[in-house]
């Protein structure tokens, strides 16, 4: 599909057939050769593809995409780091949204992407932080494209269950190459208040008042008001405002 053009995203693209972990298989690689930026591997199956909390990230082989980019965003302060994140969700977002046009494409904060309140991507960012900021950063997407069903991800869904359509794997990529591109723009130009907005705008129930969970097990009536620049959530409760680091607040699904 020529819509998608990106000039620097996935411009040096590994195409693997199977791999443990393509973000895994960068990190190795990067330990003795120093590779491009914005070098992209994807593969056709990995066998211990790795998702959040060291989840093991479910994907039947040759269904989805599961990639991992390499970025060196050395000009980014740390105190500006998790904007990366947020730029990133925001790339998959357009994404997601460009093959479902019609679903309710949400970003789950910190970032998985959900349509109708079901996850069709987990993103898993690496950085390296040195002493004076960010040296390399891997990211690592996993969107489901066709896989229909899902054996230890119950709410999970994909492209195909959405749409009623499959979708080609490689056509993914390459529209995620280019909104990649055009939000790690924002990103090097330091245009952080344009990202806030794009994820703001598409954050997961924000101004919906529901109930939430403590990692103990206590329930928490809430409503998501902002994510702050540190990337934490911002919570109004009865109690007034509180802040939630990524693990200390539980969303409960609403489907079954
Ligand atoms: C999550 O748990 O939500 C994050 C999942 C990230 C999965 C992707 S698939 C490509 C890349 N390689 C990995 O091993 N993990 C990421």
Not at 64 to 90: M, R, V
Not at 110 to 116: A, G, M, R, Y
Request: aromatic fraction near 12%; include cysteine.
């Amino acid at each position: 599909m020529s819509t998608f053009e990106a000039a620097f995203i996935g411009r040096n693209h590994i195409e693997l057939k199977s791999i443990d972990s393509t973000n895994s298989y960068l990190s190795s690689r990067l330990q003795y050769e120093r590779l491009p930026e914005f070098t992209s591997v994807s593969a056709w199956e990995q066998s211990n593809g790795k998702g959040q909390r060291k989840n093991v990230w479910e994907s039947a082989p040759g269904a989805n995409l599961t990639i991992s980019y390499l970025f060196y965003p050395t000009a980014l302060s740390l105190s500006h780091l998790f904007f990366l994140n947020k730029a990133i969700a925001n790339a998959v977002l357009q994404t997601v949204s460009y093959f479902i046009p019609h679903g309710e494409n949400k970003i789950k904060w910190p970032n998985d992407i959900v349509v109708n309140g079901r996850k069709i991507c987990g993103i898993l960012i690496e950085n390296v932080l040195s002493a004076k900021g960010i040296s390399q950063c891997i990211v690592g997407i996993g969107i489901n494209v066709n896989q229909t069903e899902f054996e230890f991800a119950p709410h999970a869904t994909s492209m195909a269950l959405e749409i009623k359509k499959k979708v080609l794997v490689d056509t993914v990529r390459l529209a995620l190459n280019f909104y990649l591109e055009q939000e790690y723009d924002f990103v090097l130009s330091q245009s952080f208040e344009k990202i806030q907005e794009t994820y703001l705008e598409n954050l997961y129930r924000k101004n919906e008042w529901t109930m939430y969970k403590t990692p103990e097990g206590n329930d928490l009536y809430g409503c998501i008001s902002s994510v702050d620049s540190k990337g934490f959530l911002v919570m109004q409760t009865d109690n007034g405002e509180m802040k939630f680091a990524n693990k200390e607040i539980v969303f409960i699904s609403k489907n079954r």
